[in-house]
């Protein structure tokens, strides 16, 4: 019989090299297998749009039909990938997404789920990056607000270069089983402050500079 279910989560996942990828291709891999997969609505945004060329009423769409809007990327330098950026630009436009009239996205969930090439003790005070992670998140949890989204706690897998393959998958797990169990596992929790994350430690990566953070592997 066919899954008759709503597809009311959205994933939009953006990895510039998935074929090379470890952290982020495991979390897809996982996401297709599991019983969640009938309620995702999953655009591969490298896949769909190689020449940067976004469909925007197509993308505007798909936003509107999701109560949960999840960014699945890799961070790169200390942001997210070109293409995911161009994404925003384009599809959150005002009058639509913000600003007066713009009230398509109120009320819905966001969440970021990432990795970065760095351990957490390089997202510390005295640490390689010399700033909490949530920092750097911060025009994440602005966007949302903006949109009149619910910011989530992101989930993060630090130090993913060098993760172990049972490290990776427990990440995995967690992913699969937030999407499959949503919204009972997020509707008691508030935006976090800066700093705060729910982080997935996996490594005790030394800090130290990767070019891409979180890595075109990752």
């Not at 949960?68 to 997404?97: C, F, N, T």
């Not at 351990?119 to 607000?145: C, D, M, T, V």
Request: glycine residues 8%.
């Amino acid at each position: 019989m066919p899954d008759s279910s709503p597809r009311d989560i959205l994933v939009l996942a953006a990895h510039p090299d998935l074929a090379r990828s470890q952290a982020t291709r495991t979390v897809l891999d996982a996401l297709r297998a599991s019983p969640a997969a009938g309620r995702v609505e999953l655009r591969d945004l490298y896949r769909l749009y190689p020449d940067f060329h976004i469909h925007v009423e197509a993308e505007q769409r798909a936003l509107q039909a999701a109560k949960l809007v999840v960014l699945l990327h890799p961070i790169y330098w200390y942001s997210m990938p070109a293409l995911q950026k161009l994404w925003l630009d384009e599809v959150l436009r005002l009058g639509w997404a913000y600003g007066p009239g713009g009230t398509a996205l109120h009320g819905k969930d966001f969440w970021l789920v990432t990795s970065t090439g760095g351990g957490s003790a390089a997202y510390a005070e005295g640490g390689h990056n010399h700033h909490a992670i949530g920092e750097f998140l911060l025009p994440y949890q602005q966007s949302a607000k903006t949109c009149g989204m619910h910011y989530l706690p992101p989930q993060i897998l630090h130090g993913a270069h060098r993760a172990t393959d049972a490290g990776i998958a427990a990440h995995a797990e967690l992913f699969v089983k937030r999407l499959q169990h949503y919204p009972d596992w997020c509707q008691s929790l508030a935006a976090p402050e800066v700093g705060d994350e729910e982080a997935v430690e996996l490594d005790e990566r030394p800090p130290m500079f990767s070019a891409l953070d979180g890595g075109a592997a990752e």
